[in-house]
């Protein structure tokens, strides 16, 4: 591991959210991304891509080998969508050079859904009485939650009662909160839209989504992680891979209905979970499916940087622009072209601190 210091990439094709563009110079001055290449270290790129850091929209964490292996694949920036307790999560916080970590903590969940199993979380987070949402959101941000989790499941399935997913939403909002829904049934996905949270995570599989709830991801300005990665190894684990079919079609959906498709895998190392989704890796294997999904590349690229960097107001990451954290992924061919190229890891940039892989 390197520590910052002003390096200037030269001859290195930069994306710029849209387009890669000609040949040029890019200065990383310590943490940040600069524009004096005066006494820098110079690394001839010879063509190379340079693309911001990758955001991977849903993980969770482990321990720091977690953050080591977003690492190694170009993740920089990890959201995580549930770790308790909130000690544990401090400790995988604001490691310099390690992926940058954001995260929910402690989710809400249902008395009697699968989270409520989870030993030591439904003492904290389940709940039954719509007059305690505005407690429980109290308790999050003193915790230093970056957001709400809410764990919704069908009816009948366990999960927190409507009221009081609609009394978390209310409560959130007044403390400026963006509220994340877990919903991988119809059902679930149906009281997410009711209660109008902000993010929806996971797509139902054997099914594809009603057109009506594609419509109104749309029109309520919505925004999708659909986890295309997990979806498809639980169908497998499932014994239905054929089942993973609906879900890349509801994402090619809402894609074409204008809804936000944010990466986002549901990276994990907890038993018991429904598949075994790798950190860091998967990321790459999401924007496969999700150009699987009829996202064109360039969506794909956005949907790991600019993309999550917007809806979740990360306004220091996400391009390549003088001013933003040096979190950036340097990659031999061009994945415009083809997407796998993302794969071909050169180099990579955490807050300026430089990985060479091995």
Not at 87 to 114: M, N
Not at 125 to 140: C, I, N, S
Not at 290 to 295: H, K, T, Y
């Amino acid at each position: 591991m390197a520590h910052p210091t002003r390096t200037a990439l030269t001859d290195v094709r930069v994306f710029d959210g849209r387009r890669l563009s000609e040949p040029r110079t890019v200065v990383i001055d310590g943490p940040v991304i600069g524009t004096d290449p005066a006494g820098a270290r110079t690394v001839d790129c010879r063509g190379a891509v340079l693309l911001p850091g990758l955001i991977d929209a849903h993980i969770h964490l482990g321990g720091r080998d977690t953050l080591e292996k977003l690492l190694l694949h170009g993740v920089t920036t990890g959201l995580d969508m549930a770790t308790w307790p909130p000690q544990r999560l401090a400790a995988l916080r604001g490691l310099p050079g390690l992926t940058d970590i954001r995260s929910a903590g402690t989710p809400a969940i249902g008395p009697g859904g699968p989270h409520s199993r989870i030993p030591g979380l439904a003492e904290t987070a389940a709940l039954l009485d719509p007059a305690d949402a505005p407690g429980f959101v109290a308790r999050r941000i003193e915790e230093g939650s970056d957001y709400l989790k809410v764990v919704l499941e069908g009816p009948g399935e366990g999960g927190p009662d409507p009221s009081v997913v609609t009394a978390l939403v209310t409560a959130a909002r007044s403390r400026g909160l963006t509220v994340v829904a877990h919903a991988a049934s119809p059902g679930a996905y149906a009281l997410a839209l009711d209660a109008g949270v902000d993010v929806i995570t996971h797509v139902p599989l054997g099914r594809p989504l009603p057109a009506a709830d594609v419509a109104q991801m749309a029109a309520d300005g919505r925004v999708a992680v659909p986890t295309l990665a997990m979806m498809e190894g639980t169908a497998a684990a499932r014994g239905r891979a054929e089942a993973f079919g609906a879900a890349v079609q509801s994402v090619g959906a809402l894609h074409r209905a204008g809804v936000p498709v944010l990466a986002g895998t549901d990276a994990n190392s907890q038993p018991g979970v429904p598949a075994a989704v790798e950190h860091g890796s998967s990321l790459h294997h999401e924007l496969e499916l999700l150009v699987q999904a009829g996202l064109s590349t360039v969506e794909a690229l956005r949907a790991a940087t600019v993309l999550p960097a917007r809806h979740f107001r990360l306004a220091d990451r996400g391009a390549v622009e003088p001013g933003l954290r040096a979190d950036l992924l340097l990659v031999d061919g061009d994945p415009l072209a083809d997407i796998r190229a993302t794969r071909a890891i050169r180099a990579v940039w955490c807050g300026g601190v430089e990985h060479v892989p091995a």
